[in-house]
């Protein structure tokens, strides 16, 4: 089963290439941006004919959330376009879509983990593309997965988890926000999720949402990240009113992930217990 796999050089891309070895009945092939232009509808359809997938995962995005605010062409042609060129060219070859959406969706202003028959409500660019990419694969057929994740971190790529490392490196203190609520996770556990979809041959298609096990705050998920990490630094928490954005964040994002669980059989870690298993 040949999976072609679009933004190959993002976090979640090479996630996949990590797991791709534990599924030999997989034929995965990556593509990045060099390669495969998801915003290039005759690209797309170049490297369809030649690979002729029956699998392919979008984990190609525009997700600099504050850069979106100004870069809105951008992320439109990326998260919209992008979206709609694969859906088409998925319908076309017969090909089952994987396609990676978020939390930003939401408002954030509940209180308890939204489902994913909650009314989308998005508050900046990012999430506003993303959920315009939803809609425009959703207008065009309906084989496939639409993935909402949160707080996405690992060993590869730029994340809030690598960010923090960092500036333990450079500074003697550090700030986060501690009123923003939600749950980090792991892209080796998402590409996992991911694999366990296509290897299951189940045809329930539709939108699920995925993220690590339990919730916790961006200042709670530091702290931890230090614990495992045997780093000493003088952390403080702070409200977001302290540390303003150019996009507004969800306040509350936590994912239900009951649907995913129950169709596809999936165990899925806390994320404190899945943070143990990086190494830097």
């Given at each position: 089963?040949?999976?072609?796999?679009?933004?190959?050089?993002?976090?979640?891309?090479?996630?996949?290439?990590?797991?791709?070895?534990?599924?030999?009945?997989?034929h995965f092939?990556?593509c990045?941006?060099?390669?495969?232009?998801?915003?290039?509808?005759?690209?797309?359809?170049a490297m369809?004919?030649?690979?002729?997938?029956?699998?392919?995962?979008?984990?190609a995005?525009?997700?600099?959330?504050?850069?979106?605010?100004?870069?809105?062409?951008?992320?439109?042609?990326?998260?919209?376009?992008?979206?709609?060129?694969l859906?088409e060219?998925?319908?076309?070859?017969?090909?089952?879509?994987?396609?990676?959406?978020?939390?930003?969706?939401?408002?954030?202003?509940?209180?308890?983990?939204?489902?994913?028959?909650?009314?989308p409500?998005?508050?900046?660019?990012?999430?506003?593309?993303?959920?315009?990419?939803?809609?425009?694969?959703?207008?065009?057929?309906?084989?496939?997965?639409?993935?909402?994740?949160?707080?996405?971190?690992?060993?590869?790529?730029?994340?809030f988890?690598?960010?923090?490392?960092?500036?333990?490196?450079?500074?003697?203190?550090?700030?986060?926000?501690?009123?923003?609520?939600?749950?980090?996770?792991?892209?080796?556990?998402?590409?996992?999720?991911?694999?366990?979809?296509?290897?299951?041959?189940k045809?329930?298609?539709?939108?699920?949402?995925?993220?690590?096990?339990?919730?916790?705050?961006?200042?709670?998920?530091?702290?931890?990240?230090?614990?495992?990490?045997?780093?000493?630094?003088?952390?403080?928490?702070?409200?977001?009113?302290?540390?303003?954005?150019?996009?507004?964040?969800?306040?509350?994002?936590?994912?239900?992930?009951?649907?995913?669980?129950?169709t596809?059989?999936?165990?899925?870690?806390?994320?404190?217990?899945?943070?143990?298993?990086?190494?830097?």
């Open positions: 089963m040949v999976v072609l796999v679009t933004g190959a050089n993002g976090q979640l891309g090479q996630s996949l290439q990590f797991i791709a070895p534990n599924y030999p009945e997989l092939v990556f990045a941006s060099a390669d495969l232009d998801i915003t290039n509808a005759a690209d797309c359809e369809f004919s030649k690979i002729n997938p029956g699998f392919c995962i979008n984990a995005a525009y997700t600099a959330v504050d850069k979106a605010e100004s870069e809105t062409e951008k992320a439109h042609l990326i998260n919209v376009i992008g979206a709609q060129n859906a060219v998925c319908k076309k070859h017969n090909t089952v879509l994987l396609h990676i959406s978020t939390d930003f969706v939401f408002d954030g202003e509940k209180n308890i983990a939204y489902k994913e028959n909650d009314a409500n998005p508050t900046g660019i990012y999430g506003q593309t993303k959920l315009a990419g939803e809609k425009a694969i959703q207008e065009v057929f309906e084989n496939y997965y639409i993935i909402r994740t949160s707080w996405v971190y690992s060993q590869f790529g730029n994340n988890m690598k960010t923090m490392l960092r500036l333990a490196s450079e500074r003697d203190s550090i700030s986060v926000v501690n009123d923003q609520i939600g749950t980090p996770t792991n892209a080796v556990d998402l590409a996992d999720a991911l694999a366990k979809i296509i290897t299951s041959n045809k329930a298609f539709g939108v699920y949402n995925f993220s690590n096990e339990g919730q916790c705050s961006w200042y709670d998920f530091a702290k931890k990240i230090f614990e495992v990490n045997n780093i000493n630094i003088d952390l403080k928490s702070i409200p977001t009113s302290s540390f303003p954005t150019p996009a507004k964040r969800p306040e509350f994002s936590v994912l239900d992930k009951t649907k995913i669980k129950t596809f059989g999936l165990e899925i870690k806390d994320w404190q217990d899945s943070l143990k298993t990086i190494k830097i």
